[in-house]
C-alpha cells in the first residue's frame, strides 16, 4: 500500500498515525480480468486505488455499442466519484480488462478519513479534482484526425498498447477495429 500513501503524499501531508489509519481503513483485493469494479444502474459502493493492471470505463451507445471513456491504469484512483458522493447511480461500467490489484476504501472507511485524519479534506479534493482532470482530459479529441487521436493515445498511454485489447483501444479512440489496423500498418 506504499504505492497509495506516496500518491496521497502528493497532495498533502500526513503523521505516521494518520498513515497507519488509512491504512488500517484500506483493504486490498484481486479484480479479476472481466470482473466489474462498478456498474451503470448501480450506486457506487467504495472508492479504489489501483496498485496493479488495468481498468477500462465505458457506457452503452444509444444503439447499443460498447464506447470507451477512458482506461484506468496503476497509480490512480479508481471510482466515478460524483455518483460516489451523491449516492447516485452511475451511467459507466468500471471494468478489469487485466487482472488488477487494488486498494478499496468502504463508504464508511472513506468518511472515517474525514474524521480522523486532519487534513484529509484538503487531500480528498485535491485527488477528486484529479480524478476529474484526467477524466475530462482521457477521451480523445474527436475533431482531430484517427492517426493523429492514435499518435497521441501512444503518446499518453505508452505501456497500454500491448496489455489492452485493440476493440478497445478503436472504441476509445472512435474509429472500428478494421481503420486503426490501417492506422497501424501506416505508422510501423
Known amino acids: 500500500m ?25 483493504t486490498k483485493h ?50 466515478d466519484y460524483l455518483c460516489f458522493e451523491n449516492e447516485t447511480v452511475c451511467e459507466d461500467y468500471l471494468q478489469a480488462i487485466t487482472d488488477c490489484s487494488i486498494v478499496v476504501f468502504s463508504r464508511l472507511s472513506w ?36 492517426t493523429t487521436r492514435y499518435l497521441e493515445f501512444l503518446d499518453n498511454h505508452p505501456g497500454l498498447i500491448n496489455r489492452v485489447p485493440l476493440s478497445y483501444i478503436a472504441s476509445y479512440l472512435g474509429v472500428t477495429q478494421q481503420s486503426l489496423s490501417r492506422i497501424r500498418s501506416k505508422i510501423r
Open 111 to 146: 468518511n472515517a478519513l474525514s474524521e480522523h485524519v486532519a487534513g484529509w479534506n484538503i487531500i480528498k479534493n485535491k485527488v477528486v479534482q484529479t480524478c476529474m482532470y484526467q477524466k475530462s482530459r482521457k477521451g480523445p479529441v474527436i475533431s482531430q484526425d484517427a
Open 30 to 79: 484481486n479484480l479479476l480480468k472481466g470482473e466489474f469494479f462498478s456498474e451503470a444502474g448501480k450506486v457506487p459502493k467504495s472508492v479504489g486505488f489501483v496498485l496493479d493492471g488495468v481498468v477500462r470505463g465505458y457506457y452503452h451507445s444509444p444503439a447499443g455499442d460498447e464506447i470507451t471513456r477512458c482506461f484506468i491504469e496503476e497509480n490512480s484512483m479508481l471510482v
Open 2 to 26: 506504499n504505492e497509495l500513501i506516496k500518491y496521497l503524499l502528493k497532495f498533502g501531508e500526513l503523521n505516521s498515525q494518520e498513515i497507519d489509519f488509512i491504512n488500517s481503513k484500506a
